[in-house]
């Protein structure tokens, strides 16, 4: 019986313990699930949300995963990032562009416009908010999409 009682202290002790006990390393863990894509990573500064993530653990180590994230979803935003992102979709998707479009200046005064406006809106990260900069960028390049000549 002392046995069982034993084990059974040890496993509420260590289900105790464990949320205190920060990962072993979590800045290379939120620096890997940034630059791995996780969640919409592509807007972040990868280095930046690493170190802020760990520090929030670090400030708190019970702390879930998902608030975290939920804290840090309009910090370290990257210009760079997004633009580069926003045009490799657009070009992933040139059969949506009306017919004689040059793609690749389209795709870039997109992801420009996109960038620019994103950086603009208040909670940029919310999908409603990235709607209105992808509206934006369209009406600013639609006039200037230049025509392929036959």
């Known amino acids: ?41 592509y807007v972040y500064d990868c280095e930046c949300f690493a170190q802020k993530f760990s520090a929030l653990r670090a400030q708190d180590p019970l702390l879930p995963e998902s ?15 997004i633009r580069a992102h926003t045009e490799k979709g657009c070009l992933g998707n040139v059969y949506l562009l009306p017919a004689g479009v040059e793609p690749h200046a ?28 992808a509206g934006y960028a369209k009406a600013k390049c639609r006039p200037a999409m230049p025509r392929k000549t036959k």
């Open 1 to 41: 019986m002392i046995k069982g009682s034993l084990l059974v202290f040890l496993s509420f002790l260590c289900v105790l313990l464990v949320p205190f006990m920060a990962k072993a390393d979590d800045y290379a863990y939120a620096l890997k699930y940034c630059e791995n894509g996780g969640a919409n990573t």
């Open 67 to 81: 608030h975290i994230f939920l804290k840090l979803r309009d910090e370290c935003l990257s210009a760079p990032n």
């Open 106 to 133: 389209y795709c870039t005064c997109y992801a420009e416009h996109f960038a620019e406006k994103f950086f603009e809106l208040k909670n940029p990260t919310i999908m409603q908010n990235q709607s209105k900069a």
